[in-house]
């Protein structure tokens, strides 16, 4: 896949499979913002891939996924810091069997938020060059 000069957007980007997401972006030439809801997390990834990748190339935004204002507003952010938007990536996702109504929230409800959100942003009618929405799920999910 052809992504050096696209912006892209990894929910969940700071650990795990999302932050790995973002350094594989990054090593292509894209630029990408990570949203994480732990901001001490998403700090400490941003730092470290400062050091690796041109500093302006990474963008932290602390967001829940599943408050929908926070994430509408992610977005926004996304597209006033660097001027389109070109790859969605939804990644973020918990495994709590005690709080389901969250785990569903999460791994569910703001996928297809994200996925919404990414179609309305990267539309050609709404002013986008369209692009792609990447949808990722655990064993657990």
């Known amino acids: ?3 050096n000069g696209k912006v892209a957007l990894v ?3 700071a650990q795990g499979i999302g932050r790995a997401f973002v350094q594989a972006l990054l090593g292509k030439g894209a ?3 990570l ?4 901001s001490e997390a998403g700090q400490e990834s941003k730092a470290a891939l400062d ?11 602390q967001c829940d996924v599943t408050d929908q204002e926070q994430l509408k507003g992610a977005f926004k952010k996304v597209i006033e810091h660097f001027g389109r938007l070109d790859i969605v990536v ?3 996702g918990v495994n709590n069997e005690k709080d389901w109504e969250s785990t569903i929230q999460t791994n569910l409800t703001s996928v297809i938020r994200g996925t919404y959100l990414g179609l309305e942003y990267m539309r ?3 002013g986008g060059d369209g ?9 657990a999910g």
């Open 124 to 126: 050609k009618g709404n």
């Open 31 to 33: 630029k990408v913002a």
């Open 90 to 92: 939804n990644n973020a």
């Open 35 to 38: 949203l994480d809801r732990n």
């Open 131 to 139: 692009g792609v929405i990447i949808n990722i799920s655990s064993l």
């Open 11 to 13: 929910t969940g980007g």
């Open 51 to 61: 050091q690796q990748f041109e500093a302006q190339r990474t963008l932290f935004i």
């Open 1 to 3: 896949m052809h992504v």
